[in-house]
């Protein structure tokens, strides 16, 4: 394909995502909106100005034939918009993992998550996290975006595979506050103030 072409339907692509990205409640109310909004503006402007310096005769290098270079060419110009593309699969192989449903069922259940955030409880986007994983061991920490109608917050779960079983060890809602609640607890008591800590 003609790498003007190529630009130019890059740029249609990315033009045209821009709007979705605030038009799809899913991710105009999560965190991606803004990283979405800033990589494809990125991409737009990367495109652009590639295509300007090769009309002034710059970057030679590209317009030499060769297969890296090609490699090269296509993944900068186009990394913006497989970001993009690429995260939802991601989140949605997060969603997957078996201990995901049960760290919900855990949060629609708890009353102290109830009174925190309000109802109806529903999930955000985008699930956040890492996973280690051989066929008999693991280890995962997810945070996964939640609100309510009155709050929201992070539901943040550690949990860890043994003789291919996983389970859950930490299941803690943070909310905007700071305020942590531990679900695994009976009583649901929260840690007023504590600071929210990130994946270790």
Known sequence: MNERVFCKAMVALMVGCLPCVFLIPAVRTGAAAWPFAIALALGIGINLLYLWLREQQMLSFFGRPGLLRKLIKFYLLSAPLLYVVGFPFFDASLRRLPFFKDAVHVLETSDAA????????????PVEGSIEETPDSGHSILEIPVFGSRD????RVV??????LW???????????????????????????????GPG
């Open 114 to 125: 109830k009174n925190d955030i309000g109802l109806p409880l529903k999930v955000g986007w």
């Open 152 to 155: 929201g917050g992070t539901l």
């Open 159 to 164: 949990s860890t595979k043994a003789k291919g």
């Open 167 to 197: 389970k859950i060890n930490e299941l803690t809602l943070i909310l905007r506050d700071g305020t942590v609640r531990d679900l695994l607890a009976k009583d649901g008591q929260g840690r007023p103030g504590d600071p929210a800590e």
